[in-house]
């Protein structure tokens, strides 16, 4: 599943790099380092781990203008945020393999990002 957006805004630092359109989300899933175990002779739950959420991957499919492809390219392993509507989601930069495939609206790109789900989103000034 994903979830269709209509524009994702990248930034580097408070800089804004570009505004993709026809936007995609995939799946965002949520991993802590707690671990709950119960013996198979006991009726007692035990824990382990500190219950922080650990980083997690964003996959996003959007369109990207001709005129912003190079400045996409040149800060997609640097951007800190992604816009959604009215918030920023705090990212880590791009990872794994990045698609750009040409179409008749400019170029299909196709990235992974590394979510910090740790760090608060932050309110668009």
Not at 22 to 45: H, I, Q, V
Not at 66 to 84: E, F, I, R
Not at 88 to 106: E, H, K, S, Y
């Amino acid at each position: 599943m994903s979830t269709s957006l209509g524009s994702v805004a990248i930034f580097t630092g408070a800089t804004l790099v570009a505004t993709l359109t026809r936007a995609r989300l995939g799946d965002l899933n949520l991993t802590s380092d707690r671990e709950m175990f119960r013996a198979p002779f006991g009726t007692r739950w035990h824990q382990s781990g500190s219950g922080v959420q650990l980083p997690g991957v964003q996959q996003l499919d959007a369109t990207v203008a001709p005129a912003d492809l190079a400045n996409v390219q040149a800060a997609l392993p640097s951007v800190t945020h992604l816009g959604l509507g009215a918030w920023r989601v705090p990212v880590r930069g791009a990872a794994g393999p990045v698609t750009i495939v040409p179409n008749l609206q400019g170029h299909r790109l196709t990235a992974s990002f590394v979510v910090d789900h740790a760090a608060a989103w932050v309110a668009d000034p």
